[in-house]
């Protein structure tokens, strides 16, 4: 059973930090890209980064670049998504999405930023 499973949003004052995990099971991991998306309330889901094979590239959406970075761990197969100076509008359901060997999405983990 393919699985993709997305941890450690939570309540976060603007400008703080957190990191999420989307831990995959059910598929090999490693020779697949990664994305984060978000979707606010009343919003179309918004993407938000990429990581391809192996972490050797990356990409962000404007609204989030220099602030967000995306890494994985094949080893451990997961993605992370390592949030810096975060923003009131960053305030989101956060999912995971495979790109192979199935377009596989995680349930979210909601991120709420407000003081």
């Known amino acids: 059973q393919v699985q993709l499973v997305e941890s450690g949003g939570g309540l976060v004052q603007p400008g703080g930090s957190l990191r999420l995990s989307c831990v995959a099971s059910?598929?090999?991991?490693?020779?697949?890209?990664m994305k984060w998306y978000r979707q606010c309330p009343g919003k179309e889901r918004e993407w938000v980064a990429t990581?391809?094979?192996?972490?050797?590239?990356?990409d962000y959406a404007d609204s989030v670049k220099g602030r967000f970075t995306i890494s994985r761990d094949n080893d451990w197969s997961t993605v992370y998504l390592k949030m810096n100076n975060l923003k009131p509008e960053d305030t989101a359901v956060y999912f995971c999405?495979?790109?192979?060997?199935?377009?596989?999405w995680g349930q979210g983990t909601q991120v709420t930023v407000s003081s």
């Open positions: 990581i391809l094979n192996f972490g050797d590239a990356t």
């Open positions: 999405h495979s790109l192979g060997p199935d377009n596989y």
């Open positions: 059910g598929f090999t991991f490693s020779p697949y890209g």
